[in-house]
């Protein structure tokens, strides 16, 4: 007969740490943005220098590393330690599934998701990476979560709320006044700056619910199965001495198997899969399940698999070079108005270095930012390319440069932020108001921010349309001073298409 009590509830710790850290994740998201200061000290760029994946790509593209990615390599030495921690206490997309799917009834596993299918993923980004293209921010879970939420989901929280405030006013009129401080706290520490319609909206808001939607399945489908970072981790963690004693469930009760949402393959814990949720241990009846850094006695031999299949490393190495192959190619006609955000000067630098977060769209001042879908082929979606016809760049403004994680944006002082250069601007003559109607246009000359104005103009005596003798001031660009700020194709008057727009230069450089 079992003597063993029952133990009392007890509190689960990594709920409490996933509670900490998604609070922190929100926070971070809602301070990454303008809010009246020139300078944005903790953003949620700490994420993604926390996050493995974003480390290794970044660490095998540039063959070199970065001191702002020292959290990152820290993570991998204690996730080699301890196990998958992240994702269990830390990462706010599993959090975010473990809270909504929580109630869902599961119809059990998709069977072409089992096996090796999340290495398959992996390997080849990794891979990839090695030949110098990076593309693990597309499915780095991180980066799924701010883009679903930057691009789709806070833009329409702030467009909700400022219309219903306006609604607000034709239901109850100036009684609205009395909760005009809530909505002003609202509005000034939580919604965004500023609403911004960003293409690749609907995809990036369709990722996110696609892997909520797979927890109709199986929980934390997308961790046990897809996820790259998951995928990684688990190879590190099989390396790690923190482990579940019993290795496997008990014979008498097996109730562990039901409540992990991850690590049982039948009998058998799986330690590359455990999350370390800590669910076995708080609600096993008998005191029985702990975590410890001792070894089980006699399962040394059992649990020294070899780290991978060879077929599987091979199979990776082969799709992640012809992966680099097919997401290098892109269009050279799409590429003079391929612009970047001020001081990526070195495209193949910027590409390899750019994890995909959007936090640079995000705190963009002016919405010059935009996710790209097509100027830099299949290599560059989700990248950032400054479109002057929607929005410029700020002068005054390095923000982007501060919140970016990787420095594929350099972080520089303001001063040295404006010599920059983004592209060039050059006029159409068969467009632009003084060349093609011989009336004067000063729009562009007026909003040029260089102080020595990089637009100028100069009379030009000449007979208009009407035959009389007329004065024009025609505007011209001085190359020297230009930095590509982009105002003024986004001033110009005309409709549609600018009569002044802003071109790359093969290569970006640096005022001297
Ligand atoms: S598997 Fe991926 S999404 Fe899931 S918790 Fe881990 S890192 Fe986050
Ligand atoms: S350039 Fe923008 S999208 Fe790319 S890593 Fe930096 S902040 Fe993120």
């Known amino acids: 007969m079992n003597n063993e009590q029952p133990r009392k509830a007890r509190i689960n710790i990594a709920f409490i740490s996933q509670l900490i850290f998604l609070f922190l994740f929100l926070i971070l998201f809602v301070t990454t ?57 830390i990462c706010p997309l599993g959090t ?49 979560l701010v883009r679903a939420l930057t691009f789709f ?4 929280l702030g467009y909700t709320v400022r219309s219903g405030w306006t609604g607000l006013y034709g239901l109850i009129g100036e009684k609205r006044d009395f909760i005009e401080p809530a909505y002003g706290f609202i509005r000034d520490y939580v919604l965004p700056f500023r609403e911004t319609f960003y293409p690749l909206a609907f995809l990036s808001f369709g990722l996110f619910l696609f892997i909520l939607f797979l927890e109709r399945y199986e929980s934390r489908n997308w961790c046990r199965n897809l996820c790259p970072l998951g995928a990684l981790l688990g190879l590190l963690s099989k390396f790690s001495i923190f482990r579940r004693r019993p ?34 241990e708080v609600k096993c009846r008998f005191h029985r399940v702990n975590f410890t850094l001792k070894r089980p006695k006699g399962a040394v031999a059992k649990e020294a698999p070899p780290v991978m299949e060879r077929r599987v490393l091979l199979g990776g190495l082969a799709s992640g070079f012809f992966l680099s192959r097919a997401f290098s190619f892109s269009s050279p006609s799409n590429q003079e108005r391929l612009l970047r955000p001020p001081g990526a000067q070195n495209e193949a630098e910027f590409l390899k270095k750019c994890v ?25 979606f989700f990248m950032p ?10 002068y005054n403004c390095n923000l982007c440069g501060q919140v970016c994680p990787t420095g594929a944006i350099p972080n520089q002082p303001l001063e040295k932020k404006k010599k920059n250069i983004i592209g060039a601007a050059a006029f159409d003559k068969n467009h632009c108001l003084p060349y093609a109607k011989k009336i004067d246009c000063i729009v562009c000359e007026e909003h040029c921010p260089i102080p020595e104005k990089a637009i100028r103009t100069e009379p030009v005596e000449m007979k208009n349309f009407e035959g009389k003798t007329v ?33 790359a230069k093969v290569k970006r450089k640096i005022k001297q």
């Open 385 to 394: 390319v400054l479109i002057p016809r929607l929005g410029y760049c700020e």
């Open 471 to 503: 004065t024009v001031k025609q505007p011209y660009i001085v190359e020297d001073l230009c930095n590509g700020c982009g105002i003024c194709e986004y001033v110009c008057p005309l409709e549609g298409k600018s009569a002044v727009e802003v071109y």
């Open 247 to 280: 290795g496997k469930v008990c014979a008498d009760c097996g109730q562990c198997a039901d409540i992990c949402p991850t690590s049982f393959d039948s009998e058998i814990l799986k330690k590359e899969e455990c999350i370390l949720c800590m669910e076995c």
């Open 33 to 89: 943005e303008y809010r009246g200061k020139d300078e944005i000290s903790i953003a949620i760029n700490s994420f993604f220098r926390a996050n493995p994946l974003v480390t290794a790509s970044y660490l095998f593209a540039e063959k070199a590393l970065t001191w702002l990615l020292l959290p990152g390599v820290l993570m991998i030495v204690f996730s080699a330690i301890l196990g998958r921690f992240f994702c269990g206490w």
């Open 96 to 144: 975010i599934i473990d809270m909504a799917t929580r109630k869902i009834r599961k119809k059990g596993p998709i069977r072409m998701l089992q096996g090796n299918v999340k290495y398959y993923l992996l390997l080849p980004l990794l891979f990839a990476a090695l030949f110098n293209v990076n593309l693990a921010g597309i499915l780095d879970p991180i980066a799924i």
């Open 153 to 156: 989901l806070y833009p329409l």
């Open 356 to 380: 995909r977060c959007g936090e640079c769209m995000k705190v963009c001042l002016k919405s010059a930012l935009y996710p790209d879908y097509h100027k830099a082929g299949l290599y560059g």
